[in-house]
């Protein structure tokens, strides 16, 4: 007989235990509390995390009732065991765009193996080779820090909020993938990794170390990684083949969603506790210290302005005027997010924004207008 | 340079990206509500460009100030983006200083605008695409000469 409807179902009699005299559990089969039958449609992308949020699965409770992996829109035991999750508050971990940057994420993963022109890359003056490679070997060493900092946290983070830690194992294959393609492209062209300084480390640490996720996340994805973001903007101003400018042209799509992750998240932590606003001005009055040594440590800023100088012989008529007009664009826009995720940091910042070329009384959301006067080039002098 | 300053050449473009959504798979999903702006000439011309899924689903005519209602918007003199689209018809695809990526960074010719910054970001999580997108340019050369 086809079992063809729930009413057959209640209606079969089915063995209470094993053969083996172990009980049977028919819950799953009938009376499970669950949406059977909601049917979530397809669209032309296929089925995605958007489409299957319907009823109370997509319900994101603010505090949910079980600390365990049970799926979100199960039927869980009452007993069900406390994981120690310590990440029970939606506003500590979600962001409003968290399931499209999920997908957004799947959707646009690439190889560096596969991806990246490899076979073009060719020889290179040896003052351009070896600032490539220091600026891969910076960059090879600071983005397993954003593959660190969510695993040190997201077996923390309550599974009812599923698909921020499904976001942050996305984040941290992009950063696996960013560690391994600069390392490849420090190794790939004949030269090789060269100096780590601690001012990386001490950044580093300070990220590793803050005291909470939101914290955390506002010194790794609103700071860290809006300044790498740029870096990866200046891509096509800095390399010097088509092998770097398709690296850097892909890491930077993936930052962007790490970044945006990271601005939303906070704005989420603070509407949901105010009181969370003043520990982020504390990490970031540190953090912006730590970065602002980190950004201008010798090796790294000198070998950026050799590359968007095209060499060493025009640093200062090129490579440092040209750097100076990065970084008034790196911290206009990383002032511009923290506006939008709800931190006013232009009024409370230690940065030098005088030197940086940004007027505070000139702030807006967008951004801000520089105050230094600019070559016929477009550079700051 | 004219027909880059009419709004049949962005239809052109987004007719080309529909027929071969294969190019841009590995590049993958797209969301963007983007805007064009293009100022210089009698009219300046405002472009709204829909991308969903692999494919440029809406191309549109913006009124003065419509691109406020865009994600983000690529504004610049026609001039630049001449010379833009100049690059990718001489060498296949926007190179060096001349990829929008490029362009709006140094945002003296041609910047990238919102009214939010994280629509300013969707710019740069979908660059690549959008890039792509502007780079059919050279595949219409014939139909642009």
């Not at chain 1, 100088?309 to 008529?317: K, L, S």
């Not at chain 2, 406020?68 to 018809?89: K, P, R, V």
């Not at chain 2, 997108?133 to 014939?142: H, R, S, T, V």
Request: charged share 25%; hydrophobic share 40%.
């Amino acid at each position: 007989m086809a079992i063809t409807s729930d009413e057959d179902l209640r209606s079969l009699e089915l063995p209470s235990e094993t053969p083996m005299g172990q009980p049977l559990d028919w819950a799953w089969l009938r009376g499970a509390r669950s949406e059977w039958g909601m049917k979530p449609v397809p669209g032309p992308r296929g089925l995605t995390m958007m489409d299957i949020a319907t009823g109370s699965y997509g319900e994101i409770e603010e505090e949910p009732q079980f600390r365990s992996m049970a799926p979100r829109g199960s039927d869980i035991d009452e007993n069900t065991p406390d994981m120690g999750y310590i990440l029970n508050h939606k506003s500590q971990v979600w962001a409003d765009n968290v399931i499209e940057l999920y997908e957004e994420a799947v959707a646009r993963q690439w190889s560096s193996t596969r991806d990246i022109p490899w076979g073009d890359l060719r020889e290179l003056p040896s003052d351009i080779e070896h600032a490539m490679c220091q600026l891969c070997t910076v960059l090879t060493e600071i983005e397993m820090i954003a593959t660190d900092l969510p695993a040190k946290w997201m077996w923390r983070m309550n599974h009812h909020f599923l698909e921020a830690k499904m976001f942050l194992s996305t984040q941290i294959m992009d950063e696996a993938r960013h560690s391994d393609v600069f390392r490849k492209r420090a190794l790939a062209n004949g030269g090789g990794l060269l100096v780590s300084r601690a001012g990386s480390e001490s950044l580093l640490r300070t990220i590793l170390e803050a005291k909470t996720y939101t914290q955390a996340s506002a010194l790794l994805h609103l700071l860290g990684e809006g300044f790498i973001l740029d870096i990866f903007r200046q891509g096509e101003l800095i390399a010097p083949t088509p092998v770097e400018k398709k690296i850097f042209r892909l890491s930077m799509q993936d930052e962007a969603r790490h970044v945006a992750y990271g601005t939303m998240h906070i704005r989420q932590a603070i509407a949901g506790d105010p009181d969370v606003e003043a520990e982020i001005h504390e990490a970031l009055d540190h953090g912006e210290k730590v970065f602002a040594e980190f950004g201008t440590q010798p090796d790294l800023s000198s070998a950026l302005a050799v590359l968007l100088a095209g060499g060493v012989e025009h640093i200062e008529e090129r490579g440092f005027p040209m750097q100076s007009t990065m970084a008034t664009k790196i911290f206009t826009s990383y002032l511009a997010r923290c506006e939008r995720a709800g931190l006013n940091r232009i009024d409370r910042t230690s940065l030098p924004l005088d030197l940086l070329g940004i007027d505070r009384d000139q702030f807006t959301r967008e951004g801000v207008r520089p105050t230094k006067e600019r070559g016929e080039d477009g550079l700051r002098r | 340079m004219a027909y880059v300053a009419e709004l049949r050449y962005y239809q052109e473009l987004a007719a080309l990206m529909n027929a071969h959504p294969e190019d841009y798979e590995v590049l993958g999903e797209v969301d963007l509500n983007l805007g064009l702006v293009m100022t210089g000439q009698a009219a300046d011309l405002r472009v709204k460009l829909q991308f969903e899924g692999l494919g440029c689903t809406e191309v549109s005519a913006l009124e003065e100030g419509g691109e406020h209602s865009c994600d983000c918007w690529l504004e610049g003199d026609l001039e630049a983006w001449g010379e833009m689209f100049d690059d990718i018809l001489v060498n296949g695809m926007a190179t060096g200083r001349k990829t929008v990526n490029s362009l709006t960074l140094l945002g003296d010719r041609i910047d990238i605008r919102a009214n939010d910054p994280l629509g300013k970001d969707l710019f740069f999580r979908f660059n690549q695409t959008v890039q792509q997108f502007l780079d059919g340019a050279a595949e219409l050369e014939q139909s642009v000469v």
